[in-house]
């Protein structure tokens, strides 16, 4: 059983930062990539970034790109995503995910969720 929890959410204003966590049960966290995704009100749920078992690759949604850095710490069974130059479109649910594989670039690759942290900015 994998369970996902994530924290680290709230509301900010245009410009600023924030960093999510996200603490993950099991023993083999460090064999899967893990990734982030969001969902807007009324929009589909999309794929931000992913990292692989070691955290030697990432991948980023063309809108994550320069802004979103994710990492890991395979030692806390932890994954984080830093926010940076926070936008008004970036409010969402951000749900932490793992893969199913060892590394991932799509939001098709995801087999556990966690319930999601909100994230809200304001213009």
């Known amino acids: 059983q994998v369970q996902l929890v994530e924290s680290g959410g709230g509301l900010v204003q245009a410009g600023d930062s924030l960093r999510l966590s996200c603490a993950a049960s099991g023993r083999t966290f460090g064999a899967y990539a893990m990734g982030w995704l969001r969902q807007a009100p009324g929009k589909e749920r999309e794929f931000a970034a992913a990292i692989s ?3 030697g690759s990432t991948y980023y ?3 994550a790109k320069s802004r979103f850095t994710i990492s890991r710490d395979n030692a806390k069974n ?3 995503l830093q926010m940076n130059s926070l936008k008004p479109e970036d409010t969402a649910v951000y749900y932490c995910a793992r893969a199913r594989y060892s ?3 799509s939001g098709h ?3 556990y969720w966690g319930q999601g942290t909100q994230v809200t900015v304001s213009s």
């Open 53 to 55: 078992w070691n955290g």
């Open 61 to 63: 949604a063309d809108f």
């Open 78 to 80: 932890t994954v984080y």
């Open 103 to 105: 590394m991932a670039t």
């Open 109 to 111: 690759e995801f087999e």
